[in-house]
């Protein structure tokens, strides 16, 4: 059996006549969007209560209706536990998604078919799953630029909401953000779409990522793409599916080996 990329040794056997299967974890706000919202003195927004989507990414992007295999609310610590989750239908990942007033439509994937070459076989645990408040994706836009935004999705948006974008955290095996990284995409048509996030927040270059490890793709605005992502000259870094839909951010973040940190 490949590596299935998540520990597996307290997960259950699920059945695979019916491939249903429970994924449990926790939310919480993106270390740097708490951190920039400490830094305007804004409190950080409670997650208790909330609802969470399971779905896929692919099929949301293409608006399909079927997008969605099952949904939940969180606890009071962030927590949550949504079970008779159906996976025959997945095509590339499995994400969980946060859509509430205050904060970004965005999802984050906690199952990646890169690792396994198949659909998932086993309960998902631990999931970790990054909320972004509208202040943080405001900054990220400001670094961007509207006027960059524009140029890319040819006068279709101003914001990265409007234009669809992927954000990545590139960590270490710690799971520390690590400075200087090139993400590379298997569609090299689309690189100059990569921009990487100042540690402050306040602007974006094309050239590598800062202490924060951030990257962001910025999509078009038009019909959704898809795409694999890894890194330039770095060893161990899978190479994973991601892709961008207006409207909507996918959140992943991109390890060495097939375990998260």
């Given at each position: 059996?490949?590596?299935?990329?998540?520990?597996?040794?307290d997960a259950q056997i699920v059945d695979l006549d019916n491939l249903l299967i429970t994924v449990t974890g926790q939310a919480e706000l993106l270390p740097e969007a708490s951190r920039l919202l400490t830094e305007q003195g804004s409190p950080p927004p409670s997650l208790?209560?909330?609802?969470?989507?399971?779905?896929?990414p692919?099929?949301?992007?293409?608006?399909?209706?079927?997008?969605?295999?099952?949904?939940?609310?969180?606890?009071?610590e962030g927590g949550f536990v949504i079970s008779d989750v159906p996976v025959k239908d997945i095509h590339l990942s499995l994400a969980a998604s946060l859509n509430h007033e205050g904060f970004a439509r965005t999802s984050t994937i906690v199952f990646d078919t890169a690792f396994t070459g198949s659909r998932p076989r086993t309960d998902v645990i631990n999931a970790r799953v990054w909320?972004?408040?509208?202040?943080?994706?405001?900054?990220l836009t400001r670094?961007?630029?509207?006027e960059a935004l524009l140029v890319h999705s040819e006068g279709r948006?101003?914001?990265?909401?409007?234009?669809?974008?992927?954000?990545?955290?590139?960590?270490?095996a710690a799971g520390q953000p690590v400075a200087g990284?090139?993400?590379?995409?298997?569609?090299?048509?689309?690189?100059?779409?990569?921009?990487?996030?100042?540690?402050?927040?306040?602007?974006a270059s094309q050239e590598s990522t800062s202490a924060n490890g951030l990257f962001l793709y910025v999509h078009t605005g038009a019909d959704t793409e898809t795409f694999r992502v890894s890194l330039h000259g770095k060893e161990g870094y899978v190479w994973r599916n991601a892709g961008a839909a207006a409207g909507?951010?996918?959140?992943?973040?991109?390890?060495?080996?097939t375990f998260a940190p």
């Open positions: 059996m490949p590596d299935p990329g998540a520990p597996t040794e208790a209560g909330h609802p969470l989507v399971i779905e896929e692919l099929r949301v992007g293409v608006k399909d209706p079927s997008a969605t295999f099952g949904a939940g609310t969180l606890d009071e909320a972004l408040p509208l202040a943080f994706h405001d900054a670094a961007v630029s509207p948006a101003r914001t990265l909401l409007e234009a669809g974008f992927v954000l990545g955290r590139v960590v270490d990284a090139r993400v590379q995409l298997d569609r090299p048509e689309l690189a100059d779409q990569l921009y990487y996030p100042s540690e402050d927040l306040t602007q909507h951010g996918l959140v992943l973040t991109l390890f060495p080996g």
